[in-house]
DNA sequence: ATGTATGCAAAACATTTGCACCTGG
DNA sequence: CCAGGTGCAAATGTTTTGCATACAT
């Protein structure tokens, strides 16, 4: 199922590649820094180097396989684009990361871009708060 | 004017402060990177290090006076706190940013949170698009 | 085979910090 | 005067790049 998804891009099926991509695809957490995937990867006894890893996220962020995020802090996040477009409410005390889409929103965020005279290419709406457990 | 402001988050009315508060408050840009700071205090002459501008504007983020933004790129963006909330508009090609407010995304953003069970911190939302301009 | 991808180490950035010196109140 | 602020240089943390080697097709 992977190797096509890299075939299709254009991108040759290496180890490291399908390696990333199964971790992005098979894991419960759905969000990874770069250094997280690093290590996850090296867990598992592969011998990928950090900077594979970064390339390759970028290679399919490129590719459209990922969307990569910039949270608070300046740190880049990953997470496999499973093809809908969706926001995020990120907890400032443990990091839990819940997903969300709303209709209203993505419809006045086209309604004032146009007002604006801009053609949108992506955008990206977080929410940073505490979550019911950190309280 | 910028002086009581200083004095009254409690922070000494210093050069360096003064300059980069005036920059913020007296300029038709209004969002810089620490790197824009310092370079415009450099060509009036003022002799400020880099390492002061970033932790004057940490200073003033934390004492509510500027908003930090974390664009895509990773790089961070100051701008003065005017008192209210708003949301960008950034033009992917010429940098371009419009301000703008939409009670109707802030209302959605309320009822989400609260739905997910978040007590909300803050939150951005950033529309990258084209201008214009740039069309 | 052969062009591309990789790992490692070094470079490039953005940002922070340690420290001796300077300055505002 | 003296606590706090500053400039400089060095440290940090993240991401990128150069290059010789290894791999997929």
Redesign the pocket.
Known sequence: METPDLKKVG???????LRILQLLEHNRQRHF???EVYKALLETGE??????V???L?QFEAAGLVVRHHFEG???VFELNEGYHHDHLVCTKCGKIVEFIDEIIEQRQLAIAQEKGFEIVEHCLYIYGICLECR
Do not use: C, I, M, N
């Open positions: 991108l040759k099926a290496t180890l490291p590649r820094t770069a250094e011998d990928v180097g950090l900077a594979t970064y390339r390759v970028t300046g740190l880049s």
